[in-house]
């Protein structure tokens, strides 16, 4: 089922993608013989050279020399990840920032799905409002943000002024300092990560799948599971993938929202590398995260190819 | 046409501060707010009026950027002001420049906050604050009353960050003599602060200690005695008690291979005398170092300082700190996410 949707799905796309080229380099397409294409393909290599040596020098290096840090101090050898492995903290450490960032991931696709579906099929007016309104906020400075959303949780802050004065709870409730707190604050960061990927994905479905689904007899519920849903999948699995993977080394929000027991990773080095100056740790966690966000990425591309990711 | 006055504009900018910036200058780090505030109207504008130097103020005061400059031998920060315990562990690494101060100086500043390669910046202290009114007639007067939820229900503002002062505020609340707090005994801290730890609302910058007192979100915690004060300058509703107030100091260090040591030592110099430290503890509520400053205060100002409450104060013990900071971090990490 998922393989005829996904091939379904695929097609369309490239249907959508020529639709979507200007007629000038279409029709250039067709003209200029094999040779030049594979020579323009090489030549493209120059063009990203920069990026490429840019991404080198200030990524590849830096992380190859935090990664020498991590064996390399105090002295040679693998103490810092026998300390890391060996510690119920870091380990529990370890599993908040996992639990946060699912939690998040799945709150993120249950209010991301029926956004990106509103913003494909409702009228132009409301789903230019409503997406400007996503992208106003990710323009808006993360700290301030943060901030505005502790204003808004804290026991003396507004939502619990609210509640208490009108008669619905007695004392504030835990919002903030905490687990809820965490996932809301994020959860409000990270939605237009999965708004975007997914509403482009939608907005290439053919009407004429879903038609051809009643017409075969679907109940609404079937259409949804079984046709509309596997072709969002690749869409779903970018943007969830994304979220999960950003929030994994998240600082801020769960800095200033968060508690002490749900401390997440990126905290935990802060604190290694500014306040204790053990830096060989922190680079040891640093790369246990990223061992771990590289298998899910890989495991990700396994299952739902590389290709299908970018839609 | 608007943009190409702009530019212009700009681009004169750019070449009158570059004319400025070869005047001799230096940087001062510390850890902003209303402390920071107070430094530079002390201790860098008149030093800058008196010198010609100029100060450029950074911050906040972070070790491991400290580290990773002097490491890299690429130091953009010349004066900083640091916590007794960093001082003490940076020396032993090799991290700091030794200082070079005049003999007159040197001799002006109280013994306590005086090493080879530190010199105090003010003295502080951890203190009981709270918002008044929040229980009625009572008000909270002792450390035993910050643990005590059922008498003052509400969270607790606590320091977040694995450091002098919470562990101690809980030995002695839960009655440990202040003379045989040290060594501390980390598993009855702990145990003290288990009672209350779903009551603790962390602060981790003075200026988030401010806002959680301020508005009652945590009415009752533990914070520097000059972030209140600056609270109750500004007319916010809030008290201290001095009982069991819990004392250090902050300490200027200046880091190896600090581009300007000499301007570094002089602006050392200038901070530490008596007139910029009375001026400083003054504005700030933090006492002075200098031991000639007092005299040079108003009367009504010193009640407000830490050391006008001796009687009633307990040393943090720096050195200890600076020996077993990291085993004391494990425990404190290992305990706040459990």
Known sequence: MVRVADKVAAGMLRGDEQAAMPGGIAALAGVLPRTTWRRARTTGVGAVLPACVLLFLFFAVPVLALLLRSVLEPRPGLQNYAALLASTTYLRVFSNTFVVAGLVTVVTVTLGLPLAWFLVVAPRFWSRLVFGIVILSMWTNLLARTYAWMVLLQSTGLINRTLIALGLIRAPLPLIYNLVGVTIGMTYIMLPFMVIPLQSTIASLDHATFQAASLCGATRWQSFRRVFLPLILPGLAAGGLMVFVMSLGYYITPALLGGTSNMMLAQLIAQLVQSLLNWGLAAAAAFVLLAITLTLYAAQVRLLGVGRMTT | ?338
Do not use: C
């Open chain 2, 1 to 338: 046409m608007k943009f190409g006055i702009g530019l212009a504009a700009l681009l004169a900018a750019s070449w009158v501060g570059g004319v400025t910036a070869r005047a001799e200058s230096m940087v001062f780090t510390s850890w902003g707010g209303t402390t920071q505030q107070a430094q530079k109207k002390d201790w860098a504008d008149p030093f800058t009026k008196k010198t010609g130097i100029k100060v450029i103020q950074d911050g906040p005061t972070n070790y491991g950027k400290f580290k990773a400059m002097v490491e890299s031998g690429n130091v953009s920060w010349d004066v900083v002001d640091v916590e007794y315990d960093f001082a003490v562990r940076a020396a032993k690494d090799g991290l700091l420049t030794k200082l070079t101060l005049p003999a007159s100086v040197m001799k002006s500043i109280d013994p306590r906050f005086l090493t080879p390669y530190a010199t105090g910046s003010f003295y502080y202290a951890f203190v009981l604050a709270y918002k008044k009114g929040t229980w009625g007639a009572y008000a909270p007067r002792t450390l035993a009353d910050l643990f005590n939820t059922k008498k003052f229900p509400g969270k607790r503002a606590f320091y977040k960050w694995s450091a002098p002062g919470v562990l101690e505020a809980a030995l002695l609340a839960d009655g440990v003599p202040p003379g045989k707090l040290y060594p501390l005994d980390l598993n009855r801290a702990f145990r003290k602060l288990d009672s209350i730890k779903s009551n603790i609302v962390w602060w981790g910058s003075g200026a988030q200690s401010q806002q959680l007192l301020a508005s009652g979100e945590a009415p009752i915690g533990l914070v520097w005695n000059g972030r209140v004060d600056a609270l109750q300058k500004s007319g916010a509703p809030v008290a201290m008690s001095w009982d069991g107030n819990l004392t250090t100091g902050d300490m200027l260090v200046v880091p190896k291979g600090a581009p300007h040591v000499a301007a570094a030592m002089k602006f050392i110099a200038y901070a530490t005398s008596a007139k910029a430290q009375a001026a400083f503890a003054a504005d700030s509520g933090y006492a002075p170092i200098n031991t000639g400053a007092e005299a040079l205060m108003a009367k009504h100002a010193l009640p407000a300082l830490p050391d006008h409450h001796a009687r009633s104060h307990v040393d943090l013990n720096m050195q200890y700190w600076a020996n077993h900071r990291t085993e004391i971090a494990n425990r404190w990490y290992a305990w706040q996410t459990k």
